[in-house]
């Protein structure tokens, strides 16, 4: 039982003992930490997925969300759901493949490269991906992807050779193994914080999409967006397991077509939004442009080693959900 539960019952046993009325409802604050800023389209579609549950929860539950890591920086958002210290949030699960590498199933280069192929391969996923998290104490209400992954540079970049030595910022361990492929040196950053980054020349590069870099505003250190369409790693919006077993039916079903409502409308958000932030980032000053075939093929090879590599780490359950993925198609 959550302290806020236990408080709950808590009050309902002393209205009964005194013979008062109880309420019909106790309202109930969730806290959502997420960790991207709060005009990004995850953020913007969080919001309203709260007001949604509260309307549909008549008020009994309300959420506040807390944007761009305000609360829990990006990294430290799972276990805040997990232990309890929020009720819900919003994390890239793929920044956990050291606790299961099935969690880099979205991040795998060249697998599912575009919006159709990524929405099969979540439906491939789904099942092993919802019970690795009820396992740990997480239940999935919606996850939302991101647009296609290319790469920013503060040069021209026409191969591989070009990015040996460049200062890279990565996002989970697939970026961070891109950049230890591609001869170039890995640099934690959170989204939030990759202006300040790229201002200091703590790093020089990154790959991620264009609503990222729209957000982040990196014109003012960055020339160059490649369009590679890598791969769309997702965002996934999880309550707490004990939370949501306390909650009643009825709600959860009001919570229930929130998320499905939510999925797609981030979903058509993620897609309205790479155009709209390759324009962004061309206002902004920086050439943008599909990246060339001495790069791609040169990104390919590296990608198929990276396949491998998951493919061992990720184990059987890692080849069914990739075979699951190809018989879809
Ligand atoms: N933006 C996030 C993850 C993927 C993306 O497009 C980031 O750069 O951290």
């Not at 914080?193 to 790959?207: K, L, N, P, Y």
């Not at 929130?258 to 932030?277: P, S, V």
């Amino acid at each position: 039982m959550t302290l806020t539960n236990k408080l709950m019952a808590g009050v309902a046993t002393a209205a009964l003992t005194l013979g008062v009325a109880a309420p019909a409802f106790a309202a109930e604050k969730w806290d959502m930490p997420m960790a991207y800023s709060a005009t990004n389209f995850h953020s913007v579609n969080g919001v309203e997925f709260a007001d949604c549950v509260a309307a549909g929860t008549n008020g009994a539950i309300t959420i506040e969300v807390h944007p761009g890591g305000s609360l829990f920086a990006g990294a430290d958002i799972k276990r805040a759901i997990q232990t309890g210290q929020v009720q819900i949030g919003e994390r890239l699960l793929s920044g956990h493949q050291n606790e299961d590498a099935l969690f880099g199933f979205d991040s795998i280069p060249f697998l599912a490269p575009s919006f159709d192929a990524s929405g099969k391969l979540w439906e491939a996923a789904k099942p092993s991906i919802e019970a690795l998290l009820e396992e740990q104490n997480l239940h999935l209400l919606y996850n939302v992807p991101w647009p296609p992954q290319g790469l920013y540079f503060k040069k021209e970049v026409n191969s591989v050779e070009d990015m040996a030595g460049i200062k890279f910022r990565s996002y989970n361990n697939t970026t961070a193994r891109l950049a230890e492929l591609t001869g170039m040196s890995p640099v934690t950053i959170e989204a939030a914080e990759v202006s300040q980054a790229f201002a200091t020349g703590v790093a020089e590069s990154m790959i991620s999409s264009g609503a990222t870099g729209y957000d982040q505003k990196v014109w003012e250190s960055l020339t160059h967006y490649y369009e590679v369409d890598a791969w769309l790693p997702r965002n996934y919006v999880m309550v707490n397991g004990d939370v949501w077993a306390g909650v009643s039916e009825a709600n959860k079903a009001a919570i229930t077509a929130c998320a499905t409502e939510a999925e797609a409308r981030g979903l058509q958000a993620a897609k309205d939004y790479t155009q709209f932030t390759y324009d962004g980032l061309r206002e902004g000053g920086m050439t943008v442009q599909p990246a060339g075939d001495e790069l791609m093929s040169g990104l390919r090879t590296i990608g198929e080693t990276m396949t491998t590599e998951w493919l061992e780490a990720a184990g059987d359950k890692g080849a069914a959900l990739v075979d699951a993925f190809k018989a879809s198609n």
